[in-house]
Antibody, heavy 118, light 106 residues
Framework: EVQLVESGGGLIQPGGSLRLSCSVSGFTVRDNYMSWVRQAPGKGPDWVSVLYIDGKTYYADSVKGRFTISRDTSRNILYLQVNSLRVEDTAIYYC????????????WGQGTLVTVSS | DTQMTQSPSTLSASVGDRVTITCRASQSINSWLAWYQQKAGKAPKLLIYKASTLENGVPSRFSGSGSGTDFTLTISSLQPDDFATYYCQQYNGWPWTFGQGTKVEI
């Protein structure tokens, strides 16, 4: 059974950092395209980043230079290092598997809430 | 960036109704469009990808059509489980972008 479980969210002050984790079972992060999507309260989803099988990464302009996507293939975990947090980064952060070119985000975790507030 | 505009924002319907949601892209995205359903407190669920391909396990009352800039999601006969918010998403290029959502309510 496929499962994605995020953790690492919480209340953090502006300028702070967190590392979000997505523990995956049922498939390997090494052999799949993985993504982070966030959703601010009452808003639609907002794509954040993607990690290709070959290690290539892409980021939304709003997080470029502040967020870093990575993976630990030995533990089958996807990460999102979030630095220099801003109030507008407050959202539920979801990890998801991207099926690859032509496909959608087919498996999602339950999300982890990041609240940036002083 | 490619802007995705959905209409309507809210749709009132009854069980058994045929429902159509529209998504328009600000530039051509070929057929690189997905539709998701989201219920309160849950993650989005993939319904359709490549504009018209039904994801495994999704009921056949859901269908998608369109290419280029104009797309539709149709629910042929609305069921109680279908009351939710629906989002389109383009993945033609970076950054991927979502529509603002269509809430289907009673």
């Amino acid at each position: 059974e496929v499962q994605l479980v995020e953790s690492g969210g919480g209340l953090i002050q502006p300028g702070g950092s967190l590392r979000l984790s997505c523990s995956v079972s049922g498939f390997t992060v090494r052999d799949n395209y993985m993504s982070w999507v966030r959703q601010a309260p009452g808003k639609g989803p907002d794509w954040v980043s993607v990690l290709y099988i070959d290690g290539k990464t892409y980021y939304a302009d709003s997080v470029k230079g502040r967020f870093t996507i990575s993976r630990d293939t030995s533990r089958n975990i996807l990460y999102l290092q979030v630095n220099s947090l801003r109030v507008e980064d407050t959202a539920i952060y979801y990890c998801a598997r991207w099926g690859g070119y032509g496909y959608g985000l087919d498996y999602w975790g339950q999300g982890t809430l990041v609240t940036v507030s002083s | 960036d490619t802007q995705m505009t959905q209409s309507p924002s809210t749709l009132s319907a009854s069980v058994g109704d045929r429902v159509t949601i529209t998504c328009r892209a600000s530039q051509s995205i070929n057929s690189w469009l997905a539709w998701y359903q989201q219920k309160a407190g849950k993650a989005p669920k993939l319904l359709i990808y490549k504009a018209s391909t039904l994801e495994n396990g999704v009921p056949s009352r859901f269908s998608g059509s369109g290419s280029g800039t104009d797309f539709t999601l149709t629910i042929s006969s609305l069921q109680p489980d279908d009351f939710a918010t629906y989002y389109c998403q383009q993945y033609n290029g970076w950054p991927w972008t979502f529509g603002q959502g269509t809430k289907v309510e009673i």
